[in-house]
């Protein structure tokens, strides 16, 4: 299937009523699309060992925080990951109701049959063997269902729930973390995200998010380059894939950290990850609409931003 034929089964998805919408969209990515075979749990608990890595990399500790994560998803792999790593209490939002059982289900068979992996790839970031071994345990002996992971791990899922403002106590959290939900929210959006955040977040507490710039349709269709999207003006680009399930901000590296900056984060940690095969396309005159001239081409072949940071406190929101 092209991307632009995707493209055009999302937009007309998106103007189904809600309830059938989420429910027809999971159907098709379930027999037809990206989740047709389940998910890649080892690469999802990656991505908490990744979050765990940076905040140990600031002399700090996930041993018995509480963690907000902005934009849980499908399943609670990453999650579990963090429990295991020593996280006390979990608070997963998601402005869209996408959490699937049955994939949690297959998810933590998965983790069951294979303890090995899960413990390779998030021991050597844990800083408490013990508890960690003594948590794989009880997770391997979890009976099935979410109620009971949920209680396991220490979660509150909140679903519709808005992260620009939230039923959460100020200075009540001790990390602030997303990994690839920034680039499918609108600039003016994150702002109030962040406003929010430096008020629930403790004054010594630490933001930690992931974010991937690349053309989303790339990740199923390998013809596609990660700037695809950036042949295309707002407006086309918005006609073809403004859906809420499709929807990317096509913000660059550069207009990021400009963003996060002027929210008042101190970067303790800013990295960017360069595609060479974007960069290569550029050097041979990719077609990039007028509105990316301007920027260079490393910054347009930045496909994936890591941000770590706080708050300065002259900036943001008075209580």
Known sequence: MSWKTKAKIQNLIAHLPERAGYSTYYWIQRHFGALKNGVDVAFEVRKSMLIVKEINDQDLSIHDKKVLEIGAGRTLN?????????????IAVDLNPYLATDL????INWLKNNPDTVREILQPVSDDTELFNERLDMLLQIPDGLDALS???????????????????SAAIDFHISTNVFEHVPGEDIRLIMEEARRVLKPDGLLVHRIDLSDHFAHADGSLSSLNFLQFSKHEWDRLAGNKF?????????????????????FCNWQ???DEAALRLLSADFPLHQDYLDYSH?????????????FTQDTGRDD
């Open 104 to 107: 949690v289900a297959d998810s």
């Open 78 to 90: 990453t999650e579990i990951g963090l429990w295991l790593c020593g996280c006390g209490e979990i």
């Open 298 to 310: 490393s910054d347009l072949a930045t496909h994936f931003v890591t941000c770590t940071g706080t």
């Open 151 to 169: 209680g396991l791990i220490n979660l509150t899922y909140m679903a519709p729930a808005d992260a620009r403002k939230l039923d959460i106590d």
């Open 246 to 266: 499709a929807y990317h901000n096509r913000l660059r590296a550069s207009d990021f950290k400009k963003l996060l900056s002027e929210c008042g984060i101190q």
């Open 272 to 274: 960017e990850d360069v």
